[in-house]
């Protein structure tokens, strides 16, 4: 590990030592260094703002977050991020985390594509949601130190991550692109499928079998 990220590095309990080998083991190369990466944000972002979270929970939220788009996690009808969510439950209960940690981390990865919501709830469910944001989107790019940032990318690489992540999501929920209604990974499927257009919200109202009284 570089000495310039060593204050954020990643934790080595026996807890995260297992999630790293589930992500390394069960992963891509990708997600691999995605997910690291998420993590080393997210905690240095927790560390600017001070706020109190437990960095081995986040850790392994972290190497989970994305594990739902591999072949032994995903469902045939839930949403990826319920599926990541899922299984870090189950990888979580195994070991005796209590329930209030066990529904954090799942909190987390299951709302980790959704804007607007998690800053108002747990730490770790917010710096994870912030951390993947500045890895995918790069937000919060210019404020995050320059410095750290390179550090962190030179031991975490992003080798042809813009187009590869996509390919990653994609092949997560291609045989079932109706759990992405109303997510942003809506998108991904119009991006991919031929002739695919995400359900229209007001043409669902307007299509509800409920009778409107005439007034």
Not at 86 to 111: D, G, K, S
Not at 118 to 127: C, D, G, N, S
Request: proline share 5%.
């Amino acid at each position: 590990m570089s000495l310039t990220i060593s204050a954020t590095a990643i934790p080595d309990s026996k807890l995260a030592k297992e999630a790293t080998a589930i992500l390394r083991e069960q992963g891509t190369d990708l997600l691999f260094n995605h997910s690291n990466r998420v993590y080393l944000f997210a905690a240095e972002l927790g560390r600017q703002k001070k706020l109190r979270f437990d960095p081995e929970l986040l850790y392994v939220s972290a190497a989970f977050h994305d594990l739902g788009l591999v072949k032994r996690y995903i469902s045939e009808t839930e949403r990826f991020e319920v599926d990541g969510a899922n299984a870090v439950r189950q990888f979580l209960t195994a070991h005796n985390v209590a329930e209030e940690e066990v529904m954090t981390a799942w909190t987390a990865i299951a709302l980790h594509t959704t804007p607007g919501v998690t800053q108002y709830m747990k730490p770790e469910v917010a710096l994870l949601f912030s951390g993947v944001g500045l890895d995918v989107l790069g937000e919060g790019f210019e404020s995050f130190p320059a410095e750290l940032r390179e550090a962190i990318v030179a031991e975490y690489p992003r080798e042809n991550f813009k187009e590869g992540i996509v390919k990653a999501f994609f092949g997560g929920f291609e045989n079932k692109p109706g759990t992405t209604w109303g997510t942003v990974k809506a998108d991904v499927c119009e991006r991919f499928i031929p002739g695919y257009k995400s359900p229209n919200f007001c043409d669902l109202i307007a299509n509800s079998p409920f009778p409107d009284s005439v007034c």
